[in-house]
């Protein structure tokens, strides 16, 4: 039990479909992020959710819609997406933005065709 | 900017052997710095950090890590790799509300 929970593990979608990542988190954390692990890539981070304010969106299309209703819950919306967006889609949370310290979850994988 | 690079991409070793992994930061004063390890099918977990309180950083799982301001690096080392090591190593550090993580170093262990 990592304390950050990800669902679902695995996600196989068409590019006109639409679905949505989960992550929650029983750490009592203030912020939340997304991360995307492409192969031969560094991590990406996607978003940022502090107090369930978003501080951070580095440029990410927007076929990617985050949403964050409480500071446990965080959800990553998808359509239209691309082959080229298959990847691993990681959740973490932290105490603190500025602590660096991260709690990850163990991801999702999504695969589009 | 702050960035970080991992110098190998890959790295083996056999069973009982030292691990050394290489990092090199990149910044204008002495940054708070991380090395997160990520085993197969799993999220990212932390495995020491440096914030400048000591020089030597000692981990989980035995690892540790030398703050050397002089060469700008932040190498992880073991003394006797076990097979449960094996797995994809990050040097990571913090910028604004980001972490920069570096590329990542692929460690081996062979029996």
């Known amino acids: 039990e990592t304390g950050v929970t990800q669902t679902p593990r695995h996600l196989v979608m068409g590019m006109t479909n639409k679905k949505s990542l989960k992550c929650e988190q029983h750490?009592?954390?203030?912020?939340m992020y997304w991360y995307k692990q492409s192969a031969k890539k560094p991590l990406e981070l996607m978003f940022v959710y502090s107090l369930e304010e978003r501080v951070e969106n580095n440029s990410v299309p927007s076929r990617f819609s985050p949403e964050c209703p409480n500071s446990s819950h965080l959800f990553l919306h998808l359509h239209t997406l691309q082959p080229e967006d298959s990847a691993l889609y990681l959740c973490?949370?932290?105490?603190?933005?500025?602590?660096?310290?991260?709690?990850f979850g163990e991801g999702s994988r999504l695969t589009v065709l | 900017a702050q960035s970080v690079t991992q110098l190998d991409s890959h790295v083996s070793v056999s069973e009982g052997t030292p691990v050394l992994l290489r990092c090199n930061y990149s910044s204008s004063y002495s940054p708070s710095l991380f090395w997160y390890v990520q085993h197969p099918n799993k999220g990212l977990q932390l495995l020491l950090k440096y914030t400048s309180a000591a020089t030597l950083v000692k981990g989980i799982n035995g690892f540790e890590a030398e703050f050397k301001k002089s060469e700008t690096s932040f190498h992880l080392t073991k003394p006797s790799a076990h097979m449960s090591d094996a797995a994809e190593y990050f040097c990571v550090v913090p910028e604004n509300n980001d972490m920069r993580f570096g590329a990542g170093t692929r460690l081996t262990v062979k029996p």
């Open positions: 750490l009592g954390h203030n912020a």
């Open positions: 973490a949370s932290s105490q603190d933005p500025s602590s660096g310290e991260l709690f």
